[in-house]
């Protein structure tokens, strides 16, 4: 399944994801699905968004261990379901509202959070999905970057 299919699939999950440990689950499935991309993107991407998907592969990773979320069946985990990318820009953009989304119901938990553990918890997995996010627009900044270039060397 293509990338913006799976992040559509993990944004509407998330969005009806009703109680705490279903939110967790969603959060843990998009950061997964963070970490896939970013991978994805390291190793066949263009060659200027290599270093940037590395940091978005450690960064997702980090989001997903933070968590005490129910673990998610290898079969339930979307982002195992990758298959290509498609567009890259798409896919960043769709990534990074995924992303934002993730940081706004992690921000609900934390408020909610009966206990500190929880909060912490919520806290750090914030930190890791809008680091996430920034390196999804960092990856997009250079891809406007090089889409600008490619008229100057033709023209050249």
Avoid: F, H, K
């Avoid at 390291?42 to 998907?53: D, F, I, M, N, Q």
């Avoid at 996430?132 to 008229?151: C, F, G, T």
């Amino acid at each position: 399944m293509d990338a913006v299919r799976l992040i559509v699939t993990s944004r509407r999950a998330l969005a009806a994801s009703g109680d705490a440990p279903g939110t967790l689950t969603e959060v843990r499935q998009a950061q997964a699905l963070a970490q896939a991309i970013g991978s994805r993107l390291a190793v066949s991407g263009p060659p200027e968004l290599r270093g940037e998907a590395l940091g978005l592969t450690e960064l997702a990773g980090r989001g997903c261990g933070v968590l005490d979320a129910p673990e998610i069946d290898l079969a339930e985990l979307r982002a195992a379901r990758l298959t290509e990318l498609g567009d890259a820009r798409q896919a960043l953009l769709c990534l990074g509202g995924l992303l934002g989304e993730v940081s706004i119901a992690l921000v609900g938990l934390a408020c909610a959070a009966d206990d500190e553990g929880t909060y912490w918890q919520c806290v750090e997995a914030i930190d890791a999905a809008d680091e996430s996010r920034d390196r999804v627009l960092q990856m997009l900044r250079r891809l406007a970057d090089r889409e600008q270039a490619l008229p100057e060397r033709e023209a050249g």
